[in-house]
């Protein structure tokens, strides 16, 4: 399995960056999908998922409103639009699966042993 973020870098306050990230899993298309982060000096955290038909989406309460995950499954390319940042965003995001369910990929994505590289987002004030 292989997983390739992109699409970080540094943005502005109240501004807005789209994150990539492409696997060569071929289970991707019947697997929920997931952003989580991880912040210097913090444990990895949810961050928003999406299910294998993008009928559904959740959201950490932090990230609620600002921000819109998507999925692409002829591409095997789920991404994140992040809208109207805070400083507190800053962090390496990383995507991974969450296995069935988008609704337990806050716990179960977490469980998973391989990450990519991620990709460093910094919001500057």
């Known amino acids: 399995v292989r997983l390739v973020e992109s699409g970080g870098g540094l943005a502005e306050v109240g501004g807005s960056l789209r994150l990539s990230c492409t696997t060569s899993?071929?289970?991707?298309?019947?697997?929920?999908m997931g952003w989580f982060r991880q912040a210097p000096g913090k444990e990895r955290q949810f961050v928003a998922s999406?299910?294998?038909?993008?009928?559904?989406?959740y959201y950490d309460d932090s990230v609620k409103g600002r921000f819109d995950i998507s999925r692409t499954n002829v591409e095997r390319t789920v991404y994140l639009q992040m809208n109207f940042l805070k400083s507190e965003d800053t962090a390496v995001y990383f995507c991974?699966?969450?296995?069935?369910?988008?609704?337990?990929?806050?716990?179960?994505?977490?469980?998973?042993?391989?990450w990519g590289p991620g990709t460093q987002v910094t919001v500057s004030s």
């Open positions: 899993e071929r289970a991707f298309e019947s697997e929920a």
């Open positions: 991974n699966s969450c296995g069935i369910w988008a609704s337990d990929c806050h716990i179960e994505g977490l469980k998973n042993d391989y």
């Open positions: 999406i299910s294998w038909n993008s009928g559904s989406t």
